[in-house]
């Protein structure tokens, strides 16, 4: 029985894409620039399959044999969020980008949101980062009882509120009706949760965010190999970014370390399929926040617990290590960044030292897991690797 493990490393890229021009992002590398502040950065496990060796891969040193598959990808789609890289690594194509609001929501939008939700009214209604936002406003939330809404340069409609005035459970009806009023042109990929409390002497958002996606096509990975009997076991945020589309079993984590412990945990319950795990804090608490060392010191702990999952598989297993966008933390600005991403494979079935070199599109990684698990058909974009990975030492 074959068994896939897939962790997505949320926003580790490497390097800019070659259209990173057009999304503002010239000069991004956010493994690369880390690399640069922190020479010394420990990842021992990541560089022995093949991290270092990777086609334009900068400050990472190569090893002599890789013991994996490596190689980098190339978005196709139109964006740099973490809804569209998923998607597109399950083979989703999207063209066009979602719709963003650089200049707050419109008011038909506040509007209803007001009126559907029964609250007193909304602070904010601007582009604005997150922990800033509820230190500057917190105090005046609690007073009101008027959620704080926000965006960023992503689709996302933000929702944040003190655990004290609204619980979780409130935000997230609340977060239900706006992802009911943004339709049509508003369709934004996510509305997001962000509840937080007050800590000591200041607010902190807490683990109990929850992201409220649009639908997916389900002529996707997921669905595929669920159709064929097969699990789909999603940690983290991944049952969030799919809507819950294609998923069978879920569990939502707190921060990196929970979600490998739930990742390992999985091992003991799911005997083939797919095991499909996202890391979130990459992104939320180190790219966004541009703490570098932050970021560094992650990447060591996440190797480290790599290094307890390659001895955890069975010779039957393949893991599976890539990211869906770039949060360079030296890059201007608080945004994702447009770059290539890391594309390794490593397992039993894996041939060891295997240049996969540049791929067009995230879903050559979803293809190749297709084959992997032998599920029947073809994604409607992306090239399996698998053919090539195979035949390599025989």
């Not at 990196?256 to 003991?268: P, S």
């Not at 290094?307 to 600005?333: Q, S």
């Amino acid at each position: 029985m074959s068994r896939v493990i897939w962790i997505v490393l949320d926003s580790v890229g490497m390097g800019e894409a070659p259209d990173a021009a057009d999304f503002g992002d010239e000069g991004c590398n956010t493994i690369g620039h880390i690399m640069e502040h922190f020479p010394e950065l420990s990842i021992p496990n990541l560089r022995s399959i093949g991290y270092g060796n990777i086609d334009g891969m900068e400050g990472v040193p190569p090893v002599a044999h890789p013991k994996g598959a490596y190689g980098r990808l190339q978005e196709l789609s139109a964006g740099k969020d973490t809804t569209i890289g998923h998607w597109e690594m399950t083979g989703i194509h999207t063209p066009e980008r979602f719709p963003t609001y650089p200049g707050g929501f419109p008011k038909e939008i506040i509007d209803a949101f007001i009126e559907k939700t029964g609250v007193p009214g909304v602070l904010c209604n601007e582009v604005a980062s997150g922990t800033e936002v509820i230190n500057r406003l917190g105090d005046e939330m609690k007073q009101t009882g008027k959620p704080i809404v926000y965006t960023s340069a992503d689709s996302v409609f933000q929702i944040a509120c003190d655990e004290k005035v609204y619980p979780p459970e409130e935000l997230y009806s609340m977060c239900r009706i706006a992802r009911e009023i943004l339709t049509g042109r508003h369709n934004v990929a996510r509305v997001i949760a962000r509840p937080y409390v007050w800590d000591t002497d200041r607010y902190v958002r807490t683990p109990n965010r929850r992201d409220f996606s649009r639908r997916p096509d389900e002529r996707n990975l997921l669905c595929m190999i669920r159709d064929s009997g097969q699990s789909v076991y999603a940690v983290g945020k991944i049952e969030d970014i799919f809507a819950g589309v294609g998923i069978t079993e879920a569990v939502h984590t707190k921060d990196n370390e929970d979600g490998m412990d739930k990742t390992l945990e999985a091992l003991e319950k799911v005997r083939e399929g797919l095991i499909f795990t996202n890391l979130v804090e990459f992104d939320s608490s180190w790219g966004h926040r541009r703490d570098v060392e932050g970021y560094a010191r992650g990447l060591e702990r996440f190797d480290r617990r790599l290094g307890e999952l390659m001895r955890r598989i069975t010779d039957e297993d393949t893991i599976v290590i890539t990211a869906d966008h770039g949060c360079d933390p030296t890059f201007k600005g608080t945004d994702h960044t447009r770059e290539y991403v890391p594309f390794l494979l490593y397992g039993g079935p894996v041939h060891a030292d295997v240049n996969l070199h540049t791929g067009k599109s995230f879903a050559d990684s979803g293809e190749t897991v297709r084959e992997l698990l032998s599920v029947p058909g073809k994604l409607p974009i992306g090239e399996s690797r698998w053919a090539v990975i195979s035949q390599e030492g025989k």
